[in-house]
């Protein structure tokens, strides 16, 4: 680990603004700085900083940025209102993990592509201009939709999925005061500069994450994956799907594992709102999907492995309603 | 206090035991459940691990990686690197390691940091005042290299093939065997590279006093171990004294002495303080043993009758430039199943990626998978029972060498673990679905050959009628501590908390050592004997035949006479010194150990996931030595079973070998969900030309097979087969249509 200097922030306008580099949880960065994939100076322990609630925002909730992983999860009102959220996040990690991490630190995790943890191999993400190992290499983790020939890599997360889904807001605040970006967009394509995995810019920090009123509807998060737990996905499916006689009047749907951030196709969703459920409606929602999918060779499975989950968690979604 | 009184028996198993003495002792401690004696330390931390106690003055140690794969290091950023805040050394000496010694080596292995032979070897030790600035500054070192990695080979197809003479056989005529035979097939499985992933990496501190050095590390065998080290110094093994008081699981990946023991030992000579190395997961992944790949081609024949005619198994594995050791996969072939005509090959790849060497039950831990898949592939053509196929195919003694079998207990396994299991109510394949599941039940054999090896103990009986046990084995968390515990307390009639057991010190005297499951048959025997000869002594005392001696709670009681062992030792000290050898029993039987497994499976139609709903194996391994630790190295065995058929594998880059998913994130072994219940039995046992207890091997015995079950019951439930461990979903899909 390289030497860095440390101090504990009181408030967010200790770290705002700062070159400090935030540190919550440490489930992540920890691991990078010893690797020294990460190198910051200066880290600011933001765990001390407030933020740490989860508020009623009129019918939504305001989610502090230093909110427990497992808090979160077993919030009564998340249950309630945001099953897909508590669901999303208790199929990710562990529980030891959980307890540590947060809000903030999970929508900032970094990807878990081979290459991006090994010194000795090239990779853009890690050392810009150096070239991409993935490519060619093992893959199997790898990106399916809106690579480009520069990173391949995912967004690894499950959280950051059911909050896009769910259309989520976050809000951030940085020197020049606070803004919102919506979950959607938090994360980026890799596009010719995929050290930058999302939009937050120098000097801002997380502040919390805004929920909008419930959807109700049936919660769907269904993770694939090598192993039962402790994996991160394949492949995930976020569904939200309110049945209103016979048909899907609100559909939301995004995807865990396939890019470099949560993937969310208005079109697939329009497709089916409003329409009575049909697997070969289900079938074209996939087509819409998948659009544009491009396999690396070793995950090239990911393509059927995402139609096929789409249509069954679909088909749950509407089973038995009118 | 006096001088012990020594007493010493030594056993070479030439003939079978006779004399049951384990059936015919008192105390009734032996077999029992009895809690692990360290256990309370384990849980509550104070059990120190290699790397949890440091001399005072220790530095710390890091190694630094090839970031080639072939070729030589040609130059050093050694001046920058000393430069460095806190660094006191950057050692490049010719006698660091290549890779870890094999097991049972005794000498060291390839040694020479300077020829890189794989991605990750290790190049240099960088030592500093503390742990993070050595690892700050191996990080930052640089070497310049005489690059051939373009020269390297990395894929099996591309390797070229050795087939040493002595590993090949063959009896009658397998072609034609296959040919004429109403059912055959003729099948080719695949199972990837893996790793042992020990939940303690391997550590090591060592320091010297003069020309003698101390190696606390983590370490399987410390007999070999110890002249490994010496030799890698060039120094007497008199002057090596290696600690391995608590080690964190090894699984065949700490048999011989490591990069971490030699570089410390040398580092710590250099500088002339302590100094300790630990393996990072990632260096633990790459730069110890990996269990070989393998190609398996497995040829089987039967009549209309379903008696088997032919059985051929060639295999193909692969390990570095010049090691000995070959993965040895056919291994429990020429003598599982019947056949009048059969073939055995092996051949050996070399490849410039990380060392092969013994994991977990080398050899049947993938052969016998694989050769039952192979079984129930044949069963299926042949329209029989899985089960009563193999029953109908169970030889009455070793079919290639002609040699009797010391016992043979498949049968019997097969039999009782059907019944258990619930066997009768598996279906043809594809014929049970639970939405979108699909369920089916597989079976497998479990076989592993029964090994016998030279052991040492000593067992001091006190004055106030205590008892010390001493030897050099190791308990690697597999419950050493408490069988030999057992053992002694059992032959000298104490409770067991009046017995202390002494381990992991080569001083003491040498043990077989944890390996080969020959661990707990070997040091029990040895110190069986040691408390034996010390029980012959106590009936001298008493004035009677040992035979007539009855030891209990701590009593001597022989005709109606009865004092405490005290008033027998009249303040002196008895010191049993037990030793056992192998003899004829090995050489002219066929041992082995015995079981069934069986498995019951899901398979997901829409993502192709396959959970394991249910396992369940009867075992037959001689007399058990302690129920629970017995059970529990079953159901580790049985866990590595399913992360074999489900989870495990190392991803190996094809452009330079490089093992791409070195940490426990992205290798999977199972999580606690993936397990399901577990049943596992024991039958009455007893192997008597084994050893002098009748007991046999264990641990290894429970990993072989699993694998073989999960697939069979795969190949149920969905009419597939898969012949390419693990069965990971994108196979699985590929095929589901
Ligand atoms: C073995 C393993 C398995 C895992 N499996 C999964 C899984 O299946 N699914 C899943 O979703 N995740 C998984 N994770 C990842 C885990 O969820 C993340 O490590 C965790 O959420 C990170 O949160 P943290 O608070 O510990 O972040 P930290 O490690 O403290 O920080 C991570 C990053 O976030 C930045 N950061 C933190 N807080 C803020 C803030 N308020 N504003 C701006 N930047 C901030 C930090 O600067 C840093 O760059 C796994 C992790 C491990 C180690
Ligand atoms: S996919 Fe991205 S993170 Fe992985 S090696 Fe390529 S550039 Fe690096």
């Not at chain 2, 030589?72 to 050394?89: E, H, K, Q, S, Y």
């Not at chain 2, 034996?532 to 030891?551: F, G, I, N, Y």
């Not at chain 2, 290894?700 to 597939?720: F, H, M, Q």
């Amino acid at each position: 680990m390289k030497a860095f200097d440390y101090y504990r922030a009181e408030s967010p306008a200790d770290v705002i603004g700062t070159d400090a580099r935030p540190i919550a949880g440490g489930t992540n960065l920890l691991d990078l700085m010893k690797h020294q994939v990460e190198t910051p100076d200066r880290l600011a322990d933001v765990n001390h900083v407030g933020l740490d609630g989860i508020e009623r925002d009129g019918d939504g909730l305001r989610v502090g940025a230093l909110v427990r992983n497992s808090d979160l999860a077993a919030d009564p009102s998340v249950r309630e209102g945001w099953p897909l959220l508590s669901r999303a996040i208790l199929a990710g990690a562990s529980g030891q993990i959980r307890n540590r991490a947060t809000t903030g630190g999970n929508l900032m995790q970094r990807t878990r592509c081979y290459y991006f943890y090994d010194l000795d191999t090239p990779c853009n993400k890690r050392a810009p201009g150096s070239g991409c190992s993935a490519i060619g290499g093992v893959n199997r983790i790898h990106a399916i939709l809106g690579a480009s020939g520069d990173c391949i890599a995912t967004y690894p997360g499950d959280m950051a999925v059911a909050m896009s889904a769910l259309d989520a807001v976050v809000e951030v605040e940085g020197p020049n005061g606070r803004r919102e970006i919506a979950a959607t967009d938090f994360h980026r394509l890799p596009g010719d500069a995929p050290q930058r995995d999302n939009d937050l810019q120098p000097g801002e920090m997380i502040l919390s994450v805004r929920l909008p009123a419930p959807l109700g509807g049936k919660h769907i998060y269904r993770k694939v994956r090598d192993r039962r737990s402790y994996a991160f996905a394949l492949v995930s499916v976020a569904a939200v799907v309110v049945m209103d006689a016979g048909r899907m009047s609100t559909v939301r749907l995004a995807f865990g594992g396939v890019a470099h951030k949560p993937w969310r196709v208005p079109a697939a969703e329009a497709l089916l709102q409003g329409q009575a459920p049909s697997p070969d409606l289900f079938d074209r929602a996939a087509d819409a999907v998948l659009d544009g999918a491009t396999g690396q060779g070793h995950n090239d499975f990911k393509i059927p492995l995402l139609r096929r989950t789409l249509n069954a968690v679909l088909a749950e979604a509407t089973e038995g309603s009118k | 206090m006096s001088d012990p009184i020594e007493v010493s028996l030594t056993h070479r198993m030439n003939f079978p035991d006779k004399e049951d003495l384990l059936d015919r002792t008192a105390q009734g401690i032996l077999g029992t459940p009895m809690d692990r004696p360290e256990g309370p330390l384990k849980v509550s931390g104070t059990a120190t691990y290699a790397d949890e106690d440091h001399p005072p003055g220790t530095v710390y140690g890091w190694l630094v990686r090839s970031s080639i794969s072939k070729g030589w290091v040609t130059g050093f950023n050694t001046r920058d690197l000393r430069a460095m805040p806190g660094v006191l050394a950057v050692i490049r000496d010719k006698r660091m390691l290549r890779n870890p010694a094999q097991g049972q080596a005794s000498k060291a292995p390839y040694q020479g940091p300077a020829e890189i032979f794989y991605k990750g070897q290790p190049i240099a030790l960088v030592v500093a005042e503390t742990f993070e600035q050595a690892r700050d500054a191996a990080l930052n070192a640089r070497a310049d290299y005489d690059d051939r990695s373009a020269k390297g080979v990395f894929v099996p197809a591309e390797a070229k093939y050795e087939a040493p003479r002595s590993q090949q056989a063959s009896k009658g005529d397998l072609d034609e065997a296959m040919d004429e035979a109403a059912f055959a097939v003729d099948v080719e499985y695949h199972t990837p590279s893996m790793s042992h992933a020990a939940m303690e990496p391997h550590a090591a501190v060592a320091w010297w006093d003069g020309g003698h050095v101390t190696l606390r590390g983590s370490y399987q065998m410390l007999g070999s171990n110890k002249a490994e080290l010496a030799d890698a110094l060039g120094i007497s093994p008199r002057n090596v004294r290696i600690l391995s008081p608590y080690v964190g699981g090894g699984f065949g990946s700490k048999l011989g002495i490591s990069h971490e023991g030699v570089a410390a030992a040398i580092a710590a000579q250099k500088l002339g303080r302590p100094v300790a190395v630990a393996l990072h997961r990632r260096q633990q992944f790459e730069t110890t043993h990996r269990r070989s790949e393998s190609r398996q081609r497995i040829r089987l024949s039967c009549g209309a009758d379903g008696r088997m005619t032919g059985v051929g198994h060639d295999a193909w594995v692969s390990n570095l430039p010049a090691e000995s050791f070959s993965e040895p996969v056919t291994q429990a072939t020429p003598f599982t199943y019947d056949g009048e005509n059969r073939q055995i090959g092996h051949h050996v790849g070399r490849l410039n990626i990380t060392c092969a060497g013994s994991m977990r039950a080398p050899g049947e831990a993938i052969g016998v998978p694989v050769t039952e898949a192979a079984m129930d592939e044949l069963a299926q053509a042949a329209g029989i029972d899985p089960v009563e196929f193999r029953l109908r195919n169970i030889p009455e003694k070793d079919p290639s060498s002609g040699r009797p079998f010391s016992s043979n207990r498949l049968a019997d396994c097969l039999t009782r673990g059907a019944e258990s299991f619930g066997w009768k109510d598996r279906r043809e394949n594809g014929a049970r679905r639970e939405g979108e599941w699909l369920i089916g039940m597989g079976v497998a054999s479990a076989i592993r050959v029964n090994m016998l090896v030279p052991s040492t103990a000593r067992v001091i009986l006190l004055p106030d009628g205590t008892a010390r046990v001493e030897t050099d084995m190791t308990d690697i968390g597999t419950g050493s501590y408490s069988i030999l515990t057992q053992i002694a307390a059992e032959v000298l009639g104490l409770p067991a908390d009046r017995v202390t057991t002494v381990l992991g010190d080569s001083d003491l005297p040498q043990s077989s050592g944890s390996g080969g499951s020959f661990g707990a048959a070997s040091s029990g025997s040895s110190v069986m004997l040691a408390a034996k000869a010390v029980r012959e002594k106590l009936a001298k005392r008493m004035d009677c035949d040992p035979d007539d001696l009855t030891l209990k709670d701590g009593y001597a009681i022989a005709e109606n006479r009865r004092r405490t062992l005290a008033e027998v030792l009249e303040g002196d000290t008895l010191q049993g010194t037990g030793t056992i050898k192998k003899g004829l029993t090995s050489v002219d039987h066929q041992q082995a150990c015995w079981g069934a497994q069986f498995a019951e499976v899901a398979v997901s139609t829409v993502t192709g996931e396959v959970h394991v709903r249910r396992l369940a194996a009867t075992f037959a391994c001689g007399r058990i030595l302690n129920a629970k630790t017995a059970r529990s190295q079953c159901i580790g065995g049985m866990i590595f079973g399913i992360g074999q058929a489900l989870h495990e594998e190392i991803s190996t880059d094809a452009r330079d070998g490089s093992f791409v998913n070195r940490d426990l994130a992205e290798y999977h072994v199972p999580a606690n969900l993936d397990v399901p219940h577990i049943d596992i039995e024991f039958l009455n046992d007893r192997d008597p030309y084994a050893n002098p207890m009748q007991a046999k091997g264990i641990g290894e015995l429970a990993c072989c097979g699993t694998a073989g079950a999960i697939v069979n019951a795969i190949a149920n439930a969905t009419g597939e087969r898969f012949r390419s461990f693990p069965v990971t979903l994108d196979k699985v899909l590929e095929r589901l249509g």
